[in-house]
């Protein structure tokens, strides 16, 4: 299982940034992918996940209504865009991969990428 995101940057309150997890290695269409984020000096937290099997999104806490969680099943890889992005929504941001035909195992992914940084400046 290989995971590797993409699309972090640097960008200004109220922007947005789309962030890419390609996958290799695995059955995508078996999987849950979902995404987390590591604030500097907070522990990580999950932000969106998508079961491939159910093709449900799970939301752990808020976030909706900013954060979208898509699929190109044809080239293996999810998106995270995020919109109006906050300051504090700065940190580095994972996807991580977990073979599930139902729900999003938030504590018990098993695959994960090194992470793209995402810095919103105020």
């Known amino acids: 299982v290989q995971l590797v995101e993409s699309g972090g940057g640097l960008v200004q309150a109220g922007g947005s940034l789309r962030l890419s997890c390609a996958a290799s290695g695995f059955t995508f269409d078996d999987y849950a992918i979902g995404w987390f984020r590591q604030a500097p000096g907070k522990e990580r937290e999950g932000v969106l996940c998508?079961?491939?099997?159910?093709?449900?999104?799970y939301y752990p806490n808020s976030e909706k209504g900013r954060f979208t969680i898509s699929s190109d099943n044809a080239k293996n890889t999810v998106f995270l865009q995020m919109n109006n992005l906050k300051p504090e929504d700065t940190g580095v941001y994972y996807c991580?991969?977990?073979?599930?035909?139902?729900?999003?195992?938030?504590?018990?992914?098993?695959?994960w990428g090194q992470g793209t940084q995402v810095t919103v400046s105020s």
């Open positions: 998508i079961n491939m099997p159910e093709h449900i999104t």
């Open positions: 991580a991969a977990e073979k599930t035909r139902w729900g999003c195992p938030w504590m018990g992914f098993a695959s």
